[in-house]
């Protein structure tokens, strides 16, 4: 075997030469600083998906921060410094908040996008009211809708929070779509947009909240033919 060691040096020499590669590597800091922005958002969203999971899989009343913080891998304090009130109820609605967001930006709205406008009313408010009902019977809204609707009765701020940042940017998307129909010479001008919109949604939510009967297409187009027939100029 051909001997590595050059004449010249002695064995602690080579020693040292061969190790210096090794020591300059483990001289070098790691300067890649964690990014704590993604580090939030990816616990974030752990804790939205924890909430609607354990809501869905457990019911409301079972579900807890202790549990929710145990499911998305955080520890408690991180949902009580996100959410101060450090209630179920704050971190469920903005969890979905958020899914519904998510929801009409795979639909190509996003929150208080405007409603169809082809010149049809009936087809646009067929097509959005079957919208909402594939929505509220789905098992990822359920059951977090159902508990949100409970609680604000009890909680009025979270009712009102609940009203102020999911409703009610829906309800003006149809009443500017109403507007849009009086202009048109469609719906009597005498008509008050707010009460004809509640037409509309107020039945339909009527009944899944009291699951009085199905919840189904059907339904939502009888909704808008009887509705319609009441909002029309009148000769």
Do not use: C
């Amino acid at each position: 075997m051909p001997d590595t060691q050059s004449p010249e040096q002695s064995p602690e020499q080579f020693f040292e030469q061969s190790s210096e590669p090794a020591a300059r590597d483990a001289r070098v800091p790691d300067t890649k600083v964690p990014d704590a922005s993604r580090r939030s958002e990816r616990s974030r969203r752990a804790i939205y998906d924890a909430a609607l999971a354990l809501v869905s899989e457990n019911g409301y009343a079972r579900t807890t921060v202790e549990g929710i913080a145990a499911r998305a891998g955080v520890g408690k304090q991180t949902i009580y410094r996100w959410w101060p009130s450090g209630t179920k109820a704050a971190v469920l609605l903005e969890a979905f908040l958020d899914l519904a967001s998510h929801r009409a930006e795979e639909a190509g709205g996003g929150a208080g996008a405007d409603l169809p406008d082809t010149g049809d009313l009936a087809a646009d408010l067929k097509l959005v009211l079957r919208a909402t009902v594939d929505e509220l019977t789905d098992s990822a809204f359920e059951r977090a809708t159902r508990a949100l609707a409970a609680e604000g009765i009890v909680d009025a701020a979270l009712g009102a929070e609940f009203t102020a940042r999911l409703l009610e940017p829906q309800l003006q998307a149809y009443i500017r779509r109403i507007e849009s129909a009086q202009a048109a010479g469609s719906v009597d001008p005498a008509v008050d947009p707010r009460i004809a919109v509640e037409l509309f949604v107020g039945p339909l939510h009527h009944r899944w909240l009291h699951r009085t009967l199905p919840l189904t297409h059907d339904y939502a187009d009888a909704l808008v033919d009887h509705a319609l027939r009441g909002l029309a100029p009148r000769p």
